[in-house]
Nanobody, 122 residues
C-alpha cells in the first residue's frame, strides 16, 4: 500500500509565502514523476508543477516565477515553495506521484494525496 501525505497548507495574506511538503511511503521501488495539482471550488483539478526523476520541472503559466518545485529522491518527498501568493491561488492542493511499487514488476500506478487547503486572503 502506498500513501502520499501532504502538509504545510494554511491561511496566508496576499504576497505571502507557503511551503507544501509531500511524503510518499509504503511499498515503493521507484518513483517517476511527482507533482502538485490544485482544485478551487467549481473548477477542475489543474496541474501546478511537476518534476520527473532527474529532469527539469514543468510549471503551469500561473506558477512560473512564483512557485518552485523540488524533490528528494532519497526521502521520496516533493515540496512546493509558493511565493508572492495571490487570492486566486486559493485551492486544495494535491500531491501526485507515479510509483512503481515492486521490483519484480514494471507496472507503475498513479497515486494522490488527500489534499491540503491553501487560502490566500487578507
Amino acid at each position: 500500500q502506498v500513501q502520499l501525505v501532504e502538509s504545510g497548507g494554511g491561511l496566508v495574506q496576499p504576497g505571502g509565502s507557503l511551503r507544501l511538503s509531500c511524503a510518499a511511503s509504503g511499498s515503493i521501488f521507484s518513483i517517476a514523476a511527482m507533482g502538485w495539482y490544485r482544485q478551487a471550488p467549481g473548477n477542475q483539478r489543474e496541474l501546478v508543477a511537476s518534476i520527473p526523476t532527474g529532469g527539469m520541472p514543468n510549471y503551469a503559466d500561473s506558477a512560473k516565477g512564483r512557485f518552485t518545485i523540488s524533490r528528494d529522491n532519497a526521502k521520496n518527498t516533493v515540496d512546493l515553495q509558493m511565493n508572492t501568493l495571490k487570492p486566486e491561488d486559493t485551492a486544495v492542493y494535491y500531491c501526485n506521484a507515479d510509483i512503481r511499487p515492486f521490483r519484480w514488476t514494471t507496472g507503475r500506478y498513479n497515486y494522490w494525496g488527500q489534499g491540503t487547503q491553501v487560502t490566500v486572503s487578507s
